[in-house]
């Protein structure tokens, strides 16, 4: 044994005895620059140009002048600005609430019910037929949907005429009593495949020990899901909940291929608002200060959704030890 090792070091180039050398700390560094620099420069930088915009009063062309709070100040009394967030929170129900309850109960099934009794090849395949919406390009998928949403001649309406139920036909994305929550209606289809992808990942890490034991105990599928299932995934559920928010909040691509935030300001959400306001109305200082103000709140909810997330996680690491 010791020749082995005397011979090994001399092939390594050091003296028998010697201790290997230590591989630098900042090794790694290296690593982590590229991608440093690349965030810098199409993130970092860019907020803190449009954050220095947003305190200046321009047009998008000459020399910018100097206004401070002024644009913030008139978002305060900005009543369609208010009323785009009020469409945010819509848009969170539909992009987050909503797909994260549905995807927690078609996970279960998935995972507990399909898997078991059809085999996992038909749970997979159903699980990717449900996250095929979040492959497809929203710009292809709000067309679709503006052909089925169409007055008279759209699928929807068509199918209605069909079975019989034609006082039902209405102007899907033209009422604006209605425009709205057609929007909420597609989000949730192309939303609802991503949190049932991690719930089922998520569910792959739970000992099936519990399963068994709670169904030998004679504890039905509803039992087992909310006192296994729900509290052994809870990390997973800060994540999905999370992400789907930021997504909510900052959604433009449907409401630009569906509505143009129609019809009368219906549909306009803060990252539309924001959009008309550059390129349209070209009040480039008010739009960056309407997209500051969205960032921020967009970073206070990722703080707050990491903060829960690992507190889940190191509860449940305590549980475990």
Same mark, same amino acid.
Request: charged fraction near 15%; glycine fraction near 8%.
């Given at each position: 044994?010791?020749?082995?090792?005397?011979?090994?070091?001399?092939?390594?180039?050091?003296?028998?005895?010697?201790?290997?050398?230590?591989?630098?700390?900042?090794?790694?560094?290296?690593?982590?620059?590229?991608?440093?620099?690349?965030?810098? /420069?199409?993130?970092?930088?860019?907020?803190? @140009?449009?954050?220095?915009?947003?305190?200046?009063?321009?047009?998008?062309?000459?020399?910018?002048?100097?206004?401070?709070?002024?644009?913030?100040?008139?978002?305060?009394?900005?009543? %369609?600005?208010?009323?785009?967030?009020?469409?945010?929170?819509? @848009?969170?129900?539909? @992009?987050?609430?909503?797909? $994260?309850?549905?995807?927690?109960?078609?996970? %279960?099934?998935?995972?507990?019910?399909?898997?078991?009794?059809?085999?996992?090849?038909?749970?997979?395949?159903?699980?990717?037929?449900?996250?095929?919406?979040?492959?497809?390009?929203?710009?292809?998928?709000?067309?679709?949907?503006?052909?089925?949403?169409?007055?008279?001649?759209?699928?929807?309406?068509?199918?209605?005429?069909?079975?019989?139920?034609?006082?039902?036909?209405?102007?899907?994305?033209?009422?604006?009593?209605?425009?709205?929550?057609?929007?909420?209606?597609?989000?949730?289809?192309?939303?609802?495949?991503?949190?049932?992808?991690?719930? @089922?990942?998520?569910?792959?890490?739970?000992?099936?020990?519990?399963?068994?034991?709670?169904?030998?105990?004679?504890?039905?599928?509803?039992?087992?899901?909310?006192?296994?299932?729900?509290?052994?995934?809870?990390?997973?559920?800060?994540?999905?909940?999370?992400?789907?928010?930021?997504?909510?909040?900052?959604?433009?691509? /449907?409401?630009?291929?569906? $509505?143009?935030?129609?019809?009368?300001?219906?549909?306009?959400?803060?990252?539309?608002?924001?959009?008309?306001?550059?390129?349209?109305? $070209?009040?480039?200082?008010?739009? /960056?200060?309407?997209?500051?103000?969205?960032?921020?709140?967009?970073?206070?909810?990722?703080?707050?959704?990491?903060?829960?997330? $690992?507190?889940?996680?190191?509860?449940?690491?305590?549980?475990?030890?």
């Amino acid at each position: 044994m010791t020749v082995t090792v005397e011979r090994d070091a001399r092939v390594a180039g050091r003296s028998p005895g010697s201790r290997p050398p230590r591989r630098p700390r900042d090794s790694y560094a290296l690593f982590l620059l590229p991608g440093a620099l690349a965030f810098l /420069a199409v993130v970092v930088v860019p907020f803190l @140009m449009n954050t220095a915009v947003s305190f200046t009063d321009w047009q998008g062309v000459g020399n910018p002048t100097w206004s401070g709070l002024a644009n913030y100040r008139d978002l305060l009394d900005d009543s %369609a600005f208010w009323a785009s967030f009020r469409h945010s929170l819509f @848009m969170v129900v539909a @992009m987050a609430v909503i797909p $994260t309850l549905l995807g927690l109960v078609l996970a %279960a099934a998935l995972f507990d019910y399909v898997g078991k009794h059809f085999g996992s090849r038909i749970a997979a395949v159903l699980r990717a037929c449900f996250y095929l919406p979040q492959v497809l390009p929203i710009a292809v998928a709000g067309i679709v949907w503006s052909w089925i949403l169409a007055p008279d001649d759209g699928a929807l309406d068509a199918l209605l005429r069909a079975v019989g139920l034609g006082s039902w036909q209405q102007d899907w994305l033209g009422d604006p009593d209605l425009a709205l929550y057609s929007v909420m209606g597609v989000m949730v289809w192309v939303q609802l495949g991503f949190p049932l992808v991690v719930f @089922m990942a998520g569910l792959q890490r739970v000992d099936p020990q519990l399963y068994e034991a709670a169904e030998l105990d004679g504890a039905g599928w509803w039992r087992r899901f909310r006192h296994i299932t729900l509290p052994q995934i809870r990390p997973e559920m800060y994540v999905v909940l999370t992400w789907c928010s930021i997504a909510a909040l900052k959604v433009f691509g /449907a409401v630009y291929v569906l $509505t143009k935030g129609g019809p009368g300001g219906a549909t306009d959400v803060p990252s539309y608002f924001s959009f008309t306001t550059f390129f349209e109305k $070209t009040q480039v200082g008010y739009g /960056a200060a309407i997209s500051t103000v969205l960032t921020v709140i967009i970073l206070a909810l990722s703080l707050v959704g990491l903060k829960l997330q $690992t507190r889940a996680e190191d509860a449940e690491e305590g549980v475990r030890t």
